[in-house]
């Protein structure tokens, strides 16, 4: 079958054929090991704040975690704690936590980031959000918030009621220090966003310009910060969370962002999903994905072709259908809320031949139309000639990153968690995972291209099933407490494959029906952190161009 | 050849001498004026609209009026009635002149334009080089516009704009070359009469097909020189907000945008003109329309063909637009002219 993990040579130190060997690992670690906890998804190990580097390059040469997926950062009465969840690329099944824990005093520890250089904007976010300090950090600065900013939301002391004073004055100009500072060279310095044509939403980008060439890039965010974690920490995990994540990334890749939260809940609480469910799942998520990718697809094109082009009406025109679908099973089109914990939240829609004939006729158009778009898209020359070896991101500088998704895939990185750490009902069904060796923009817009393939097979495989399936047999929701209450000190990391890559959510309970910690980790977020190494030196129209193919939503960035 | 058309309205009053050559001039280049800006100011917006939509898949106007066409008025209302926002520290006059000059180059184009049915103002012996002479002053206009509007992508814009326009004005103006060395003559009107003769199958000897490479490259040439896809990249919407009209809002806007459809319009006439026979049918000795509706028609192909394009290909890098002007464009252009003169050369 396609979904056969490709066999590897040799084995890391202490990987076993069944999994990781934390025994083995606690050896290679040696002396920075001060403790062990044992999380839902992994074990972890605690570090000692000043050893955070030697215990991550361990574990990233010797053992080869070399994703680092995601920081947490935390408060408890009596310490801070920040959590490294790490994985392989190779087998994301293979987890590892390094847990770090700082003194409530002085929370101070390594910066992770000489590592894994996805951690800078992790642990500046941990930093603006909970209040831990990276030692040895490039940049430590707030990231979400403005930089007056008074206390730190998620920590345990702050004070809700506090005015936040953010004076019209300090942030007239927030640049004008750079502006005048750079008046006797030759660069020139341009703000691009926060509202520009192509920015996607609300994204900042300090640009500067060396003629037409980007000399330096950065990316300011933040502008969409809902307090999406603290919502959902205020929320009971039964009922009140699940309507978030389809506000997380809310480009109609709603369903995907729900199981995310789905997955996390049911695998902390044992929570079973009936099969019948679970197919239900894998289909509406994978509609999901098409609807995503085609305006992926729709909005690069208004990024390299110009405002009138005829390519985003088409993938527009397009999406509608399938979001017809959607509404159809969900009676929503954007926030569909559909997923239950245990299941989804009813059957399919009565009469339920009618509905499979809209998935079929939608999914006998969807040939003709890919090659529609490769006809105007992908085979156009002067198309090629803006994107092939523009934007270029190597693999190994993406891993660093943390990239996932379509634009780690297009590095040619081997690289999804619906194959890789399989869950929904995507082992039983035969598709591929697309990767293209490009690394440069062009790769990324065909990775997503026959995406869309791959995901009208699988949805095809679905349906047949769910037409096939027995009447008696269509349970919809397990049987799940009306209050949900997961063991004290359970702390778990799940992650799905989302529409942009590997959406994971981490939680901790506290024995009570809210979750103590919910931190969600944002594949936008992460890849988001490439663009610079994308775009220097390169002209504008391929800085906006990277940045359109990145696919990036602002809501999911900010979170 | 007929008289130009402010003789004919001196004439009609009965005028002469200095005060009748005043009267006709006035008269009659307010009848072209208002002509041109009738298809460019109320047509133009309407059709682009109807025109993009049909290509993008949409239906577009259609609740104001019979067609949406009172979607002009409302629009017009609407631009009209905007403020007008003046930044802080452009550079006047040039911030209010850049949008006088865009619009008013265009017009002057017109002046030598045979329309056919005798409504020509104007035909001297040096009419193609005027034109593109007089086509040419929009570039200070948009270095005004780029450069006064004291906003980094307007002056990102302007330097484009320049840029762009001489990397394809000179092989526009050489390819035109081509065909004065077949016509003999620099004068509209000598143009258009050398393409009534009769090439064979019916046709007549329109440039366009004596010459199709020179047509191709001319109007690949000319969508630069409007700044159309691909080669938009003077505006470059998601790239550089708006290029040089980033700062101008309500009137000085509506110049704008007037200057820009000015201008497409006056390439599509040089183009009907040139290579298309100007105001006359592609059939010898068939004359289904008045010589004005053929280039009307005319003019309204070469607007549909930019839309299309518009619509369809993409935008290239500034570099690459850079590169196939200079490396590609000019030595084609070159390479036609020499063709051109040697054949023309052996066979006269």
């Given amino acids: ?559 | 050849m007929a008289s130009t058309l402010p003789d004919t309205i001196s004439s009609l009053f009965g005028l002469g001498g200095l005060v009748g050559d005043v009267v006709g001039s006035l008269v009659g280049a307010v009848l072209v004026g208002s002509l041109m800006l009738t298809m460019t100011a109320l047509a133009g917006p309407w059709a682009k609209r109807k025109i993009t939509a049909a290509f993008t898949d949409r239906i577009a106007v259609n609740r104001v009026g019979p067609f949406g066409l009172l979607i002009i008025v409302a629009d017009a209302v609407r631009l009209l009635s905007k403020e007008l926002i003046v930044p802080e520290d452009v550079d006047r006059p040039a911030w209010d002149l850049a949008p006088f000059v865009l619009a008013s180059s265009a017009l002057l184009g017109f002046a030598v334009i045979p329309m056919g049915n005798g409504i020509q103002l104007a035909d001297p012996e040096v009419g193609l080089a005027y034109v593109f002479a007089v086509a040419s002053i929009a570039s200070v206009g948009l270095v005004m516009a780029g450069y006064a509007s004291n906003n980094k992508f307007s002056l990102l814009g302007g330097l484009r704009a320049v840029a762009q326009n001489l990397a394809y004005e000179i092989p526009l103006v050489i390819t035109a070359a081509s065909v004065v060395i077949f016509a003999g003559t620099l004068q509209m009107s000598g143009i258009v009469e050398a393409q009534t003769a009769a090439l064979g199958f019916g046709l007549k000897s329109w440039y366009a097909f004596v010459n199709p490479f020179a047509f191709l490259l001319f109007l690949v040439a000319n969508l630069a020189e409007v700044g159309r896809n691909p080669f938009d990249t003077p505006e470059a919407p998601t790239e550089i907000v708006a290029g040089y009209q980033t700062e101008y809002s309500s009137v000085y806007f509506v110049l704008m945008y007037l200057g820009e459809f000015l201008h497409i319009f006056l390439g599509g006439a040089i183009i009907a003109t040139v290579f298309l026979g100007g105001p006359t049918s592609p059939f010898v000795g068939v004359e289904i329309l008045p010589g004005f509706l053929w280039f009307v028609v005319k003019i309204w192909a070469v607007f549909l063909f930019t839309q299309w394009m518009r619509s369809a290909i993409p935008r290239v890098r500034i570099d690459q637009l850079i590169e196939i002007g200079w490396k590609g464009m000019l030595v084609l252009s070159f390479a036609n002219l020499v063709l051109t003169a040697v054949i023309v050369g052996v066979i006269a």
């Avoid at chain 1, 926030?335 to 914990?341: G, I, S, T």
Wanted: charged share 30%; with cysteine.
């Fill in chain 1, 1 to 559: 079958m396609s979904l056969e993990d490709p066999s590897r040579p040799e084995l890391d130190i202490g990987e076993t054929a069944e999994g990781v060997d934390y025994d083995a690992l606690e050896a290679l670690l040696g002396d920075h090991v001060v403790g062990r906890e044992r999380h839902r998804n992994a074990e972890a190990f605690v570090v000692r704040p000043d050893e955070v580097q030697d215990a991550l390059f361990l574990l990233r040469d010797e053992a080869g975690f070399d994703h680092c997926s995601c920081v947490t950062a935390q408060e408890y009465e009596d310490r801070y704690e920040s959590i490294y969840h790490l994985r392989k690329y190779d087998d994301p099944t293979q987890e590892v936590g390094v847990v770090v824990p700082t003194a409530t005093d002085d929370p101070v520890s390594e910066s992770a980031e000489p590592v894994y250089r996805t951690a800078d904007w992790h642990e500046r976010e941990a930093y603006d959000l909970v209040g831990v300090d990276y030692d040895d950090h490039p940049q430590m600065e707030r990231i979400l918030l403005p930089e007056t900013w008074q206390g730190h939301p998620l920590s345990l002391d702050y004070d809700q009621e506090q005015p936040q004073v953010v004076t019209f004055s300090e942030h007239a100009n927030p640049l004008n220090e750079d502006q005048r500072a750079e008046a006797d060279s030759d660069t020139m310095f341009v703000n691009i966003g926060p509202h520009h044509p192509a920015t996607h939403g609300v994204l900042h980008l300090k640009t500067t310009l060396d003629g037409e060439q980007v000399a330096d890039v950065e990316s300011d965010i933040g502008y969409l910060h809902r307090c999406e974690e603290q919502i959902c920490q205020n929320g009971t995990y039964r009922h009140q969370i699940m309507p978030y994540p389809d506000r997380w990334d809310y480009i109609s890749a709603g369903i995907l962002n729900e199981w995310a939260y789905a997955r996390a809940a049911e695998d902390m609480a044992d929570i079973d999903v009936p099969e019948y469910a679970q197919v239900i799942r894998t289909m509406s998520a994978e509609l999901c994905r098409i609807a995503s990718h085609m305006l992926a697809l729709g909005t690069f094109a208004l990024d390299v072709y110009g405002d009138f082009t005829a390519i985003f009406m088409y993938a527009t025109r397009d999406r509608e259908v399938v979001q017809n679908i959607l509404e159809d099973l969900t009676g929503q089109r954007l926030m569909f809320n559909y997923l239950r914990l245990g299941g989804v939240a009813w059957d399919l829609p009565e009469p339920r031949e009618e509905f499979f004939e809209s998935i079929h006729d939608f999914l006998e158009d969807l040939p003709e139309k890919l090659e529609e778009y490769h006809d105007l898209v992908t085979s156009n020359e002067i198309f090629q000639m803006r994107c092939v070896d523009t934007g270029v991101l190597e693999p190994e500088i993406a891993k660093s990153y943390g990239a996932t998704g379509p634009v780690a895939r297009g590095s040619g990185i081997d690289y999804d968690l619906r194959r890789d750490d399989p869950y929904g009902y995507y082992d039983e069904l035969d598709w591929d995972v697309i990767t293209e060796e490009g690394c440069d923009n062009y790769a990324r817009v065909l990775v997503r291209l026959q995406e869309v393939e791959e995901s009208a097979k699988i949805i095809e495989q679905c349906v047949d099933l769910l037409a096939e399936w027995p009447e008696e047999d269509r349970t919809i929701q397990s049987n799940v407490p009306r209050t949900l209450k997961p063991d004290p000190d359970t702390e778990i990391y799940r992650s799905v494959e989302g529409a942009k890559g590997e959406l994971g959510i981490y939680m901790r309970s506290d024995g009570t029906e809210k979750p103590a910690r919910f931190k969600i980790r944002s594949p936008c977020f992460s890849n988001l952190q490439t663009l610079p190494e994308m775009s220097q030196g390169e002209y504008i129209p391929d800085l906006i161009a990277s940045l359109g193919s990145l696919d990036i939503v602002l809501g999911e960035v900010d979170r």
